[in-house]
């Protein structure tokens, strides 16, 4: 799992082998903390952009959704007051709007 070199020199009493022992250890944990502080900002970051999209997604719906509410009461206007009705809205013109690119 570990080395401590080419195995030309290595610690032969009780208290070198202990000390070899707990530096591979303690290299082994550090490497294991670096990789989880770099895991656990990669997740951050990743989570902070869905987040972002997801706000964007509501955004687009709650304009869609006023945009829909604009197009009635222009329409009730529009019959209201007896005048030419305005063309059908096609429905791609309420298509979702692109997503953006992500980062």
């Not at 290299?27 to 999209?53: D, P």
């Amino acid at each position: 799992m570990t080395t401590v070199g080419y195995g030309d020199k290595y610690p032969v009493t009780t208290d070198g082998r202990l000390i070899a022992v707990s530096v591979m250890l303690s290299g082994i944990a550090v490497l294991g903390v670096v990789a989880a502080t770099v895991a656990t900002w990669f997740l951050s970051n990743l989570r902070n952009i869905e987040a972002e999209e997801a706000a964007e997604v509501g955004r687009s719906e709650q304009l869609e959704a006023s945009l829909a509410e604009a197009l009635t009461r222009l329409a009730r206007l529009e019959a209201h007051l007896g005048t030419a009705p305005a063309p059908p809205v096609e429905s791609s013109a309420l298509a979702p709007l692109p997503r953006p690119v992500s980062r």
